[in-house]
């Protein structure tokens, strides 16, 4: 990964965009998603790694590699349901360093109550909820400001 790459993780069953539960999560598939996000992000200068796993230890893994990495402009999260039991990747993100946001489809705070509880949040920087595919380019342009202003300062 260079300074110019964002790493997109996405969790467990973002694979199944599209097909799953449409009614709360849309019709657009994870692929869409992606095409989405490389574009948007190719206007803001910036290169995309793009990733899904059902695996919770993956999503550590790859957190642990950006952190490794020390080169990334951040990292844009939709843990989904890891958002809500995972301490391992709350640990994992808390040793980064790297700017995080965290983005759900759905308004997570209208759905079930477990879902009201995030520990992605307490080490983001930002969450972005129920803007459905939308929240990607939110996300992106809320790490490409962040990226801008950091820089400022140097």
Not at 54 to 77: F, K
Request: net charge negative.
């Amino acid at each position: 990964m260079t300074p110019s790459t964002v790493l997109i993780l996405n969790g467990p069953n973002l694979n199944l965009l599209g097909t799953r539960q449409p009614e709360i999560y849309g019709r657009e598939t994870l692929d869409d998603i992606r095409a989405l996000c490389t574009d948007h992000a190719a206007r803001l200068g910036f290169d995309v790694d793009f990733r899904q796993t059902n695996h919770e230890g993956t999503l550590v893994d790859w957190v642990q590699e950006a952190r490794a990495a020390g080169s990334c402009a951040g990292i844009i999260l939709n843990a989904a349901a890891y958002t809500h039991t995972s301490v391992a990747l709350l640990d994992a993100l808390s040793a980064c360093e790297t700017p995080v946001v965290e983005v759900h489809l759905s308004n997570i705070h209208k759905r079930e109550p477990f879902r009201h509880h995030s520990y992605v949040s307490k080490v983001a920087v930002g969450m972005i909820c129920g803007f459905g595919s939308h929240g990607y380019v939110l996300a992106l342009d809320a790490l490409a400001r962040l990226v801008a202003s950091r820089k400022e300062k140097e």
